[in-house]
Protein backbone atom coordinates (compact mmCIF):
# COMPACT_ATOMS: atom_id res chain seq x y z
CA UNK A 1 0.00 0.00 0.00
CA UNK A 2 0.98 3.30 -1.07
CA UNK A 3 1.82 5.64 2.05
CA UNK A 4 -0.71 8.77 1.64
CA UNK A 5 0.77 12.70 1.17
CA UNK A 6 -0.12 13.87 4.86
CA UNK A 7 1.28 16.79 7.13
CA UNK A 8 2.00 16.23 10.75
CA UNK A 9 2.89 18.84 13.15
CA UNK A 10 4.35 18.09 16.52
CA UNK A 11 3.54 20.13 19.55
CA UNK A 12 6.07 20.75 22.30
CA UNK A 13 5.03 18.75 25.49
CA UNK A 14 6.07 17.09 28.17
CA UNK A 15 4.15 13.76 29.53
CA UNK A 16 4.68 11.97 32.99
CA UNK A 17 3.20 8.74 32.87
CA UNK A 18 3.26 6.32 35.61
CA UNK A 19 1.67 5.12 39.14
CA UNK A 20 2.96 7.58 41.52
CA UNK A 21 4.21 9.72 39.10
CA UNK A 22 2.41 13.02 40.96
CA UNK A 23 5.37 13.09 43.51
CA UNK A 24 6.94 15.09 40.52
CA UNK A 25 4.88 17.53 40.90
CA UNK A 26 7.73 19.86 42.10
CA UNK A 27 10.05 18.97 39.54
CA UNK A 28 8.11 20.11 36.81
CA UNK A 29 6.92 23.11 38.46
CA UNK A 30 10.51 24.02 38.38
CA UNK A 31 11.30 22.78 35.23
CA UNK A 32 8.71 25.41 33.62
CA UNK A 33 10.64 27.82 35.35
CA UNK A 34 7.11 28.61 37.55
CA UNK A 35 7.20 30.03 41.24
CA UNK A 36 3.96 30.46 42.16
CA UNK A 37 1.39 28.04 41.02
CA UNK A 38 -2.65 28.79 41.18
CA UNK A 39 -4.27 25.07 41.91
CA UNK A 40 -8.00 24.47 40.45
CA UNK A 41 -10.53 22.49 40.34
CA UNK A 42 -13.92 21.87 40.43
CA UNK A 43 -15.76 22.04 44.27
CA UNK A 44 -15.86 18.24 44.83
CA UNK A 45 -12.22 17.64 43.93
CA UNK A 46 -10.96 20.48 46.34
CA UNK A 47 -9.42 18.01 48.59
CA UNK A 48 -7.20 16.26 45.93
CA UNK A 49 -6.80 20.43 45.14
CA UNK A 50 -5.51 21.01 48.62
CA UNK A 51 -3.22 17.90 48.47
CA UNK A 52 -1.79 19.69 45.58
CA UNK A 53 -1.14 22.70 47.07
CA UNK A 54 0.30 21.24 50.32
CA UNK A 55 2.88 19.40 47.63
CA UNK A 56 4.09 22.66 46.67
CA UNK A 57 4.60 24.36 49.56
CA UNK A 58 5.62 28.03 49.08
CA UNK A 59 4.94 27.58 45.62
CA UNK A 60 1.36 27.12 45.68
CA UNK A 61 -0.30 30.65 45.32
CA UNK A 62 -3.50 29.48 46.37
CA UNK A 63 -6.64 27.18 45.21
CA UNK A 64 -9.45 28.32 42.99
CA UNK A 65 -12.53 25.50 42.98
CA UNK A 66 -15.09 26.41 40.86
CA UNK A 67 -14.33 25.16 37.92
CA UNK A 68 -17.67 24.05 35.99
CA UNK A 69 -18.51 22.02 33.10
CA UNK A 70 -18.69 24.06 29.54
CA UNK A 71 -16.27 27.09 31.09
CA UNK A 72 -19.08 30.13 31.62
CA UNK A 73 -17.30 33.28 30.63
CA UNK A 74 -17.92 34.75 34.16
CA UNK A 75 -16.22 31.96 36.02
CA UNK A 76 -13.03 32.34 33.17
CA UNK A 77 -12.96 35.65 34.02
CA UNK A 78 -12.96 35.29 37.75
CA UNK A 79 -10.21 32.81 37.50
CA UNK A 80 -8.25 35.06 35.43
CA UNK A 81 -8.71 38.19 38.51
CA UNK A 82 -8.06 35.57 40.79
CA UNK A 83 -4.83 34.94 38.96
CA UNK A 84 -3.49 38.07 38.56
CA UNK A 85 -4.30 39.14 42.41
CA UNK A 86 -2.45 36.29 43.95
CA UNK A 87 1.12 36.86 41.14
CA UNK A 88 -0.16 33.09 39.82
CA UNK A 89 2.87 32.09 37.01
CA UNK A 90 1.47 29.04 36.24
CA UNK A 91 -1.53 27.25 36.75
CA UNK A 92 -2.18 23.55 38.10
CA UNK A 93 -5.59 21.94 36.93
CA UNK A 94 -6.34 18.94 38.57
CA UNK A 95 -9.41 17.12 37.23
CA UNK A 96 -11.29 16.41 34.22
CA UNK A 97 -11.72 18.46 31.20
CA UNK A 98 -13.99 21.23 33.08
CA UNK A 99 -10.52 21.94 35.11
CA UNK A 100 -8.45 21.74 32.72
CA UNK A 101 -10.68 24.06 30.33
CA UNK A 102 -10.59 26.51 33.04
CA UNK A 103 -6.78 26.55 32.84
CA UNK A 104 -6.90 27.36 28.89
CA UNK A 105 -9.20 30.14 29.62
CA UNK A 106 -6.58 31.77 32.09
CA UNK A 107 -4.33 30.88 29.39
CA UNK A 108 -5.33 32.56 26.64
CA UNK A 109 -5.93 35.89 28.24
CA UNK A 110 -2.74 35.77 30.27
CA UNK A 111 -0.33 33.47 28.69
CA UNK A 112 0.26 31.33 31.51
CA UNK A 113 1.92 27.70 31.36
CA UNK A 114 -0.60 24.94 32.20
CA UNK A 115 0.21 21.94 34.06
CA UNK A 116 -2.27 19.43 33.76
CA UNK A 117 -2.94 16.37 36.36
CA UNK A 118 -5.83 14.39 34.54
CA UNK A 119 -7.63 12.39 36.85
CA UNK A 120 -10.67 11.39 34.10
CA UNK A 121 -10.76 10.54 30.55
CA UNK A 122 -11.48 13.24 28.75
CA UNK A 123 -7.89 13.91 26.74
CA UNK A 124 -8.46 18.06 26.73
CA UNK A 125 -4.91 17.92 28.47
CA UNK A 126 -3.32 16.80 24.67
CA UNK A 127 -4.90 19.44 22.77
CA UNK A 128 -4.58 23.62 22.05
CA UNK A 129 -8.29 23.43 21.85
CA UNK A 130 -10.36 25.52 24.18
CA UNK A 131 -14.12 26.31 24.50
CA UNK A 132 -15.89 29.04 26.61
CA UNK A 133 -19.58 29.48 27.00
CA UNK A 134 -21.13 33.07 26.74
CA UNK A 135 -24.77 33.95 26.68
CA UNK A 136 -25.85 30.47 26.04
CA UNK A 137 -23.37 29.38 23.55
CA UNK A 138 -20.12 27.50 23.40
CA UNK A 139 -17.52 28.65 21.27
CA UNK A 140 -14.33 26.87 20.54
CA UNK A 141 -11.27 27.90 19.42
CA UNK A 142 -7.69 26.32 18.92
CA UNK A 143 -4.74 28.52 20.06
CA UNK A 144 -1.42 26.72 21.02
CA UNK A 145 -0.95 29.29 24.64
CA UNK A 146 -3.35 27.08 26.15
CA UNK A 147 -2.28 23.88 25.37
CA UNK A 148 -0.66 22.42 28.53
CA UNK A 149 2.84 22.58 28.51
CA UNK A 150 3.11 19.60 30.79
CA UNK A 151 0.82 16.66 31.79
CA UNK A 152 1.24 14.57 34.60
CA UNK A 153 -0.68 10.99 34.39
CA UNK A 154 -0.72 8.97 37.42
CA UNK A 155 -3.62 6.50 37.46
CA UNK A 156 -3.83 5.94 41.30
CA UNK A 157 -5.53 9.07 40.92
CA UNK A 158 -8.47 7.44 39.15
CA UNK A 159 -8.57 4.93 41.37
CA UNK A 160 -11.90 6.28 43.02
CA UNK A 161 -13.68 8.08 39.98
CA UNK A 162 -17.17 6.10 39.89
CA UNK A 163 -17.26 3.50 37.33
CA UNK A 164 -20.50 5.74 35.87
CA UNK A 165 -18.17 8.09 35.18
CA UNK A 166 -15.23 6.54 34.28
CA UNK A 167 -17.35 4.58 31.60
CA UNK A 168 -18.61 7.62 30.14
CA UNK A 169 -15.73 9.45 30.59
CA UNK A 170 -13.92 7.02 28.18
CA UNK A 171 -16.35 6.68 26.08
CA UNK A 172 -15.94 10.38 25.24
CA UNK A 173 -12.13 9.80 24.81
CA UNK A 174 -12.97 7.08 22.17
CA UNK A 175 -15.03 10.17 20.32
CA UNK A 176 -12.30 11.30 19.68
CA UNK A 177 -10.50 9.05 18.02
CA UNK A 178 -13.10 7.79 16.45
CA UNK A 179 -13.69 11.08 14.51
CA UNK A 180 -9.99 11.54 13.91
CA UNK A 181 -10.32 8.27 12.12
CA UNK A 182 -12.64 10.61 9.02
CA UNK A 183 -10.82 13.78 9.71
CA UNK A 184 -10.31 15.76 6.55
CA UNK A 185 -6.84 16.33 8.03
CA UNK A 186 -5.72 12.83 8.85
CA UNK A 187 -2.74 11.12 8.68
CA UNK A 188 -1.27 7.61 9.43
CA UNK A 189 0.27 8.61 12.70
CA UNK A 190 -2.85 10.04 14.05
CA UNK A 191 -4.76 6.78 12.78
CA UNK A 192 -2.42 4.62 14.63
CA UNK A 193 -2.78 6.63 17.88
CA UNK A 194 -6.47 6.58 17.24
CA UNK A 195 -6.81 2.86 16.69
CA UNK A 196 -4.42 1.97 19.38
CA UNK A 197 -6.07 4.35 21.94
CA UNK A 198 -9.99 2.91 21.12
CA UNK A 199 -8.35 -0.55 22.19
CA UNK A 200 -6.99 0.50 25.65
CA UNK A 201 -10.36 2.27 26.17
CA UNK A 202 -12.53 -1.07 24.67
CA UNK A 203 -10.00 -2.93 26.86
CA UNK A 204 -10.27 -1.06 30.00
CA UNK A 205 -13.75 0.18 30.19
CA UNK A 206 -15.36 -3.26 31.22
CA UNK A 207 -12.30 -4.45 33.56
CA UNK A 208 -12.91 -1.18 35.25
CA UNK A 209 -17.02 -2.15 35.82
CA UNK A 210 -15.50 -5.60 36.84
CA UNK A 211 -13.48 -3.93 39.46
CA UNK A 212 -13.05 -0.55 39.61
CA UNK A 213 -9.73 -0.63 41.67
CA UNK A 214 -7.70 -2.41 39.41
CA UNK A 215 -4.75 -0.45 38.75
CA UNK A 216 -3.49 -2.09 35.39
CA UNK A 217 -7.08 -1.07 33.90
CA UNK A 218 -7.17 2.48 34.83
CA UNK A 219 -3.36 2.34 33.71
CA UNK A 220 -4.62 0.95 30.48
CA UNK A 221 -7.36 3.46 30.37
CA UNK A 222 -5.34 6.54 31.23
CA UNK A 223 -2.84 5.49 28.62
CA UNK A 224 -6.30 5.44 25.97
CA UNK A 225 -7.18 8.55 26.86
CA UNK A 226 -3.51 9.97 26.00
CA UNK A 227 -3.77 8.67 22.98
CA UNK A 228 -7.38 9.89 21.69
CA UNK A 229 -6.93 12.88 23.39
CA UNK A 230 -3.39 13.53 21.12
CA UNK A 231 -5.70 12.90 18.21
CA UNK A 232 -8.43 15.19 19.31
CA UNK A 233 -5.54 17.72 19.50
CA UNK A 234 -3.82 16.93 16.09
CA UNK A 235 -6.98 16.73 13.67
CA UNK A 236 -10.12 17.75 13.35
CA UNK A 237 -13.08 17.00 13.94
CA UNK A 238 -16.72 16.43 12.54
CA UNK A 239 -20.21 16.12 13.12
CA UNK A 240 -20.23 13.84 16.38
CA UNK A 241 -18.38 16.95 18.35
CA UNK A 242 -20.60 19.66 16.53
CA UNK A 243 -23.55 18.37 18.27
CA UNK A 244 -22.04 17.61 21.57
CA UNK A 245 -21.03 21.38 21.86
CA UNK A 246 -24.53 22.36 20.57
CA UNK A 247 -25.93 19.76 23.34
CA UNK A 248 -23.86 20.56 26.08
CA UNK A 249 -23.31 24.66 25.48
CA UNK A 250 -26.56 25.45 24.81
CA UNK A 251 -29.10 22.82 26.56
CA UNK A 252 -26.43 22.22 29.51
CA UNK A 253 -26.43 18.49 29.30
CA UNK A 254 -23.76 16.58 31.30
CA UNK A 255 -20.89 16.70 28.94
CA UNK A 256 -19.43 12.98 29.47
CA UNK A 257 -22.55 11.39 29.07
CA UNK A 258 -23.88 13.47 26.09
CA UNK A 259 -20.81 12.38 23.91
CA UNK A 260 -21.69 8.31 24.65
CA UNK A 261 -24.51 9.23 23.91
CA UNK A 262 -24.30 10.21 20.66
CA UNK A 263 -21.42 8.68 19.28
CA UNK A 264 -23.02 5.88 18.29
CA UNK A 265 -25.93 7.75 15.95
CA UNK A 266 -22.94 10.02 14.51
CA UNK A 267 -21.36 6.97 13.08
CA UNK A 268 -24.24 5.27 11.74
CA UNK A 269 -24.67 8.97 10.00
CA UNK A 270 -21.28 8.46 8.51
CA UNK A 271 -20.96 5.11 8.16
CA UNK A 272 -21.35 4.76 4.44
CA UNK A 273 -19.31 7.72 3.46
CA UNK A 274 -16.45 6.42 5.95
CA UNK A 275 -16.47 2.90 5.69
CA UNK A 276 -12.75 2.42 6.32
CA UNK A 277 -12.77 4.17 9.39
CA UNK A 278 -15.42 2.48 10.43
CA UNK A 279 -13.77 -0.96 10.05
CA UNK A 280 -11.07 0.66 11.91
CA UNK A 281 -12.93 1.24 14.52
CA UNK A 282 -15.04 -2.28 14.65
CA UNK A 283 -11.62 -3.96 14.78
CA UNK A 284 -9.90 -2.10 17.60
CA UNK A 285 -13.33 -2.87 19.97
CA UNK A 286 -13.09 -6.51 18.52
CA UNK A 287 -16.79 -6.15 17.57
CA UNK A 288 -19.13 -7.34 15.01
CA UNK A 289 -22.01 -5.67 13.05
CA UNK A 290 -21.29 -2.21 12.56
CA UNK A 291 -18.87 0.91 14.27
CA UNK A 292 -21.94 2.73 15.68
CA UNK A 293 -23.00 -0.76 17.34
CA UNK A 294 -19.68 -1.88 18.93
CA UNK A 295 -19.84 1.74 20.77
CA UNK A 296 -23.68 1.82 21.38
CA UNK A 297 -23.03 -1.70 22.81
CA UNK A 298 -19.71 -0.69 25.33
CA UNK A 299 -22.34 1.98 26.76
CA UNK A 300 -25.07 -0.29 26.87
CA UNK A 301 -23.31 -3.59 28.32
CA UNK A 302 -21.32 -1.17 30.81
CA UNK A 303 -24.12 0.38 31.93
CA UNK A 304 -23.75 4.56 30.42
CA UNK A 305 -26.48 6.04 29.42
CA UNK A 306 -27.68 5.51 25.84
CA UNK A 307 -30.81 8.30 25.68
CA UNK A 308 -30.48 12.06 25.47
CA UNK A 309 -33.78 11.76 27.52
CA UNK A 310 -32.19 10.38 30.31
CA UNK A 311 -29.73 12.98 30.71
CA UNK A 312 -32.37 15.95 30.87
CA UNK A 313 -32.89 16.66 27.21
CA UNK A 314 -36.37 17.71 26.71
CA UNK A 315 -37.66 16.46 23.06
CA UNK A 316 -39.56 20.00 22.53
CA UNK A 317 -36.03 20.60 22.09
CA UNK A 318 -34.95 18.66 19.01
CA UNK A 319 -36.18 21.23 16.47
CA UNK A 320 -33.57 23.64 18.34
CA UNK A 321 -30.48 21.80 18.40
CA UNK A 322 -30.87 20.36 14.93
CA UNK A 323 -30.90 24.26 14.08
CA UNK A 324 -28.19 25.12 16.24
CA UNK A 325 -26.13 21.83 14.63
CA UNK A 326 -26.10 22.84 11.24
CA UNK A 327 -25.29 26.92 11.68
CA UNK A 328 -21.59 27.31 11.18
CA UNK A 329 -20.78 23.55 10.19
CA UNK A 330 -17.68 21.32 10.78
CA UNK A 331 -16.22 19.37 7.93
CA UNK A 332 -17.93 15.79 7.67
CA UNK A 333 -17.71 12.81 5.51
CA UNK A 334 -21.36 13.24 4.43
CA UNK A 335 -23.12 16.44 4.22
CA UNK A 336 -25.36 17.50 7.10
CA UNK A 337 -29.10 17.33 5.82
CA UNK A 338 -31.74 18.28 8.14
CA UNK A 339 -34.21 15.43 8.04
CA UNK A 340 -31.62 13.34 8.47
CA UNK A 341 -29.88 15.24 11.45
CA UNK A 342 -33.33 15.46 12.99
CA UNK A 343 -33.32 11.89 12.97
CA UNK A 344 -30.31 11.40 14.30
CA UNK A 345 -31.12 13.65 17.17
CA UNK A 346 -34.64 11.68 17.41
CA UNK A 347 -32.44 8.53 17.39
CA UNK A 348 -30.33 9.86 20.27
CA UNK A 349 -33.02 10.96 22.48
CA UNK A 350 -35.17 7.60 22.49
CA UNK A 351 -31.78 5.71 22.42
CA UNK A 352 -32.47 3.38 20.23
CA UNK A 353 -29.93 0.66 19.24
CA UNK A 354 -28.25 1.95 15.58
Not at 151 to 173: F, H, K, Q, R
Not at 260 to 287: R, S
Request: proline share 6%.
Amino acid sequence: MTTPSFIYTSAPQRVVFGAGSLQHLAREIDALGARRALVLSTPEQRPQAERVADMLGAHAAGVFDRAVMHVPIETAREAREVAGKLGADCAVAIGGGSTTGLGKAIALDSGLPILAIPTTYAGSEMTPIYGITEAGMKKTGKDFRVLPRTVIYDPELSLGLPVGMSVTSGINAIAHAAEGLYAVDSNPIMDLMAQEGIAALGRALPAIRATPKDPAARSDALYGAWLCGTVLGNVGMALHHKLCHTLGGSFNLPHAETHTIVLPHALAYNDAAAPEAMAKIVKALAGSGSAAQAVYDLARDNSAPVALRDIGMKEADLDLACEYALKNQYPNPRPLERAAIRALLQNAWEGVRP
